[in-house]
């Protein structure tokens, strides 16, 4: 069992920056790739980035390229999402999620466990 709580959204101006927290509690947190995915009123949840166990695999949805960063910190049992550049259509509720499985999942169906989710509002 895995309890993932994020932190960190908020608002802020069209080219500003944010950066998500999201913390798991559990022993086994580097057992897990981990996973931010985002969902806009209307919208489907959508995959952003995801990192492999020992952080060093990444890969991101072409949205967000070259714009965000995913990275993990295991002996602080944290996932980030370093987000710059940020437009308006970047607003959404943002998700991070544990995925048990060795596939390079991107669908959230694949993942197992999730957080709560926390707001980010972009204005122009």
């Known amino acids: 069992q895995v309890q993932l709580v994020e932190s960190g959204g908020g608002l802020v101006q069209a080219g500003g920056s944010l950066r998500l927290s999201c913390a798991a509690s559990g022993r086994t947190f580097s057992s897990y790739a981990m996973g931010w995915f985002r969902q806009a009123p209307g919208k489907e949840r959508e995959f952003v980035a995801r990192i492999s166990r020992s952080g060093g695999g990444t890969s991101y949805a072409n949205s967000v390229k070259g714009r965000f960063t995913i990275s993990r910190d295991n002996a602080k049992n944290t996932v980030y999402l370093q987000m710059n550049s940020l437009k308006p259509e970047d607003t959404a509720v943002y998700y991070c999620?544990?995925?048990?499985?060795?596939?390079?999942?991107?669908?959230?169906?694949?993942?197992?466990?999730w957080g709560q989710g926390t707001q980010v509002t972009v204005s122009s």
């Open positions: 999620a544990a995925d048990s499985g060795l596939r390079a999942a991107k669908s959230p169906d694949e993942y197992d466990y």
